[in-house]
């Protein structure tokens, strides 16, 4: 089975710039999606392909991909973008991973 | 859309339980179904998904052999049969919708419900 490697934590300024990364081999054949969860709540679907924000989602979250590695980008960052970020994708027998998330810290 | 997952609750270890999904605000038989799982303080590992048709089954290496998932598009429900259940498999598990998203190529999984919590213990 596949396996998405996300950093454990970072920590960003409030309305400065911070890039999430997820490696892992499937993502040079299958964009990654991304998810934020909040504490207590439900994930939320906030990017898709190389750079695609479902309906809702700020236009400060962007994302990017090159080779094995996928990319979010919060620019501007708010207090209420503080949660924990995973990246997604399927593998190549159809069934789909997760990665380990990264908790993006707001100070 | 709305997914409100029930049937969550304490378990023995090596007993069953089935957990159900009710799907409503949108035509659910044209949707695929996932089932999704946290353990607590852990991330979010990928359980089964069913496609629109009841086609397209698949499970993690994990459960594979012991949880089950199914749908009833007359009653707009997706459920998870598990059995054979461990202390490893404590867990939130949330019912998802995938869709087509053609600028990824592939099935994605867009909505989310809010979990139903199952803890495996004597």
């Known amino acids: 089975s596949s396996e998405l490697t996300q950093d454990p934590g970072v920590s960003v300024a409030l309305g400065q710039t911070v890039r999430i990364t997820c490696q892992g081999d499937s993502l040079r054949t299958y964009y990654a999606s991304w998810y934020q969860q909040k504490p207590g709540q439900a994930p939320v679907f906030v990017m898709y392909g190389k750079n695609n924000r479902p309906s809702g989602i700020p236009d400060r979250f962007s994302g990017s991909s090159s080779g094995n590695t996928a990319s979010l980008t919060i620019t501007g960052t708010q207090a209420e973008d503080e949660a924990d970020y995973y990246c997604?994708?399927?593998?190549?027998?159809?069934?789909?991973?997760f990665g380990s998330g990264t908790k993006v810290t707001v100070l | 859309v709305q997914l409100v997952e029930s049937g969550g609750g304490v378990v023995q270890p090596g007993r069953s339980l089935r957990l159900s999904c009710a799907a409503s605000?949108?035509?659910?038989?044209?949707?695929?179904m996932h089932w999704v799982r946290q353990a607590p303080g852990k991330g979010l590992e990928w359980v089964a998904v069913m496609g629109y048709d009841g086609n397209n089954e698949k499970y993690a290496d994990s459960v594979k052999g012991r949880f089950t998932i199914s749908r009833d598009s007359s009653k707009n429900t997706v459920y998870l049969q598990m059995n054979y259940l461990r202390a490893g498999d404590t867990a939130v598990y949330y019912c998802a919708r995938e869709d087509y998203y053609d600028r990824s190529g592939y099935n994605l999984i867009d909505y989310w419900g809010q979990g139903a919590l199952v803890t495996v213990s004597s």
């Open positions: 997604s994708s399927r593998d190549n027998s159809g069934n789909y991973v």
């Open positions: 605000g949108f035509t659910f038989s044209i949707y695929g």
